[in-house]
């Protein structure tokens, strides 16, 4: 197909995608005189241009950078989404409810936060913790040379560079981040 600028020039081509029926309820809607070919598949739905089985996807993407990767660019937004959690007031299983709660916390917790860890002198420990907060306080733990400790709290992922640079520049030494799996933060 080429460069598509304009979602329109689409209508009547090759679909590949996950979500047939959104997809139709999509084209239809424009009221093009041409019939668009959905084809339904599950997986790797990106890989469909490259492989000359369609002219264009509609997929559900979150960062969009498999489907970058692929080639492709972002040409129209059919819907944007969220993922929440509902739970009924009567339910007989309130401890799954709350256990499904955590777990999502904890995983959103875990792709906002990364760990960092370093070791400054007791001197410079109040100036290091205004960088390093951490979400509720940091962690502290004394080195075997008594006027050196560790620290250990949780900083923004996109603000770890930063914070880095700021802990170097008030004495910290042997700085490290470490990415979160998942967390639980007692809340």
Known sequence: VGEVTDV???AGKRIVTSFPNLTRNYFDAMGADKTTQIKCISGSVEASCGLGLADGIVDLVE???TMRAAGLEEV???MKTECVL???KSTSHPEL??????RIAGYLTATKYVMVTYNIHRSSLERAKNITPGKKS???MPLERGDWVAVSALVLKKSASTVMD???DVG???ILLTSIVNSRMGD
Request: charged fraction near 25%; glycine fraction near 4%.
């Open 166 to 168: 700021e802990l170097e």
């Open 8 to 10: 329109r020039s689409l």
């Open 172 to 174: 910290a030494t042997d």
């Open 138 to 140: 940091p962690s502290i």
């Open 97 to 102: 409810v709350e256990t499904i709660r955590k």
């Open 63 to 65: 960062t969009g950078t």
């Open 76 to 78: 129209s937004t059919i």
């Open 86 to 88: 509902i739970a009924n």
